[in-house]
């Protein structure tokens, strides 16, 4: 048992560490809120959240913060403490940021398919990357690490729902309805995200109920996902391939997604996902990956159901992370070409949807 020095010693650590924290999120000005073009005649505005201007240039900065917080105030980190993470990638970029910030060593735990640009930031900011060849075993290889060293494992995908205070406290729900305030529809018809966690829909699942707002929440889903077949089955045990589209989706349904919250689920197709995102940042001028594309595929889809109903409103979703970190995978046309992705119909359905405002499929056979 620590004596009174020891107990004493850890506290003021840990209230060094909760100043680091704090002050890394001072630092750090708000994401933006910018306006997707669209017709104005439409009378329909589509928003788009940069979470690429996190200092970790990902969504997942905002996570890996409430994370550690979580963790740091659970008494789970102390100083010295191993950082372990299972993640596909920009969590554990996000986490080896903090990591670093508070002295701390870290171990991403990470499918052997993640990009190389990814693990090489988690090295930058002083990471180490320990690769499996099976997605599925990340959760029990870091599970296994973090005992081995005595240290913490981060579990992004139990934690992510609880680790943030989705009454508000400056989570991203709260952000994006006070940017909104002086808009023309202040009050969306939808949000739109995807889920690979469940941290972020559940969040904002909760922060629409709590504040009793008439905003639906969408959640997109990737080819390969569990959580779409879960959510319109009602069966939580469900399993799938897994995602290609890196940060979204899952081969299980994780313990953070909230089902309940969930008002609509859109399926995407991998193609239609590179396609949009590579249609989304030419018109926003700004490099997103993946993930964006699914949300932006849904959002547009959805934007299109307002513009038929005859309905003015507006739409919201995220830029969820720095597209230059897919240069070698995303936006690379001979990769693409190998994974049997054709761009071209799901670009010519987007086209169709900018120039009529009618959303058709058929335009992409």
């Known amino acids: 048992m620590r004596g009174e020095q020891g107990r004493a010693h850890d506290r003021s650590w840990l209230e060094w560490a909760l100043g680091q924290v704090e002050a890394d999120a001072n630092r750090s000005a708000d994401t933006h809120l910018h306006v997707f073009p669209l017709p104005p005649e439409w009378g329909?505005?589509?928003?788009?959240?940069?979470?690429?201007?996190?200092?970790?240039?990902?969504?997942?900065?905002r996570l890996a913060r409430s994370l550690v917080l979580y963790g740091l105030c659970s008494g789970w980190?102390?100083?010295?403490?191993?950082?372990?993470?299972?993640?596909?990638?920009?969590t554990a970029v996000s986490e080896a940021y903090f990591a670093r910030l508070l002295g701390l060593p870290f171990v991403a735990v990470m499918p052997a398919t993640t990009v190389r640009e990814k693990c090489e930031l988690i090295e930058f900011y002083g990471g180490r990357c320990h690769l499996v060849d099976s997605p599925g075993a990340i959760y029990a290889e870091a599970e296994r690490l973090?005992?081995?060293?005595?240290?913490?494992?981060?579990d992004q995908f139990t934690y992510a729902e609880r680790a943030t205070d989705w009454r508000g406290?400056?989570?991203i729900a709260e952000s994006m309805f006070a940017q909104l305030g002086r808009e023309p529809h202040p009050v969306p018809d939808w949000v739109v995200v995807g889920a690979g966690t469940g941290g972020t829909s559940a969040t904002i699942g909760r922060y629409l109920r709590y504040n009793q707002l008439p905003t639906s929440l969408c959640v997109v889903d990737?080819?390969?996902?569990?959580?779409?077949?879960?959510?319109?089955?009602g069966d939580?045990?469900?399993?799938?391939?897994?995602?290609?589209?890196?940060?979204?989706?899952?081969?299980r349904v994780e313990p953070s997604f909230v089902p309940e919250v969930v008002d609509r689920m859109i399926e995407v197709p991998d193609a239609a996902s590179v396609a949009a995102m590579r249609w989304g940042s030419a018109r926003m001028g700004r490099v997103a990956g993946g993930s964006t594309g699914t949300n932006l595929w849904g959002a547009c889809q959805l934007v299109a159901e307002l513009v038929?109903?005859?309905?003015h409103g507006s739409v919201v979703t995220l830029l969820c992370d720095d597209g230059r970190r897919y240069a070698h995978s995303y936006y690379d046309d001979d990769w693409v070409a190998a994974r049997g992705w054709d761009l071209g119909g799901p670009t010519r359905v987007l086209d169709h949807f900018l120039a009529t405002g009618t959303w058709d499929e058929a335009q992409g056979s």
């Open 77 to 90: 980190i102390e100083k010295g403490t191993t950082l372990v993470e299972a993640s596909s990638g920009s």
């Open 222 to 233: 990737p080819e390969g996902s569990a959580f779409a077949r879960s959510w319109t089955s």
């Open 146 to 154: 973090a005992a081995e060293c005595d240290g913490h494992y981060l």
């Open 169 to 171: 406290n400056n989570n």
């Open 44 to 61: 329909v505005s589509l928003y788009v959240k940069d979470e690429s201007v996190h200092p970790t240039g990902s969504l997942k900065h």
């Open 236 to 251: 939580a045990g469900v399993t799938a391939a897994g995602s290609r589209i890196e940060g979204i989706g899952r081969p």
């Open 308 to 311: 038929a109903q005859g309905r």
